[in-house]
């Protein structure tokens, strides 16, 4: 029902900076609450931003708080993702999920729709 593709994805060096942004086909767009998690190779999907429906509350992982920012567009009905100093732990499939409710929240059980990911790749 709802629809969501992750695009940006990337080889980056270490230090870079790079945009991803993820597409919705979400129609009441403030009663979903977005995020962004990722699974790096041989890894579970982890947390790494979420964002209410609102733009009332942001949520981000420890180890990307203060180089990842996550944004919502409005108007282009997408949810964004600036990362900014990629080290090498940042190398994973990036996906855009959606949660039913407008609450951001960091845990996975949270969302109901994803994407099918955005690869970003940071060389050592």
Known sequence: QVQLIESGGRLVQAGGSLRLSCATSVRVWDTYALGWFRQGPGKEREFVASISGGDT???YHDSVKGRFTISRDNAKRTVNLHIRHTISAGTAVYSCPARRGPGATRVKSGYIYWGPGTQVTVPT
Request: charged residues 0%.
């Open 57 to 59: 509350n942001v949520y």
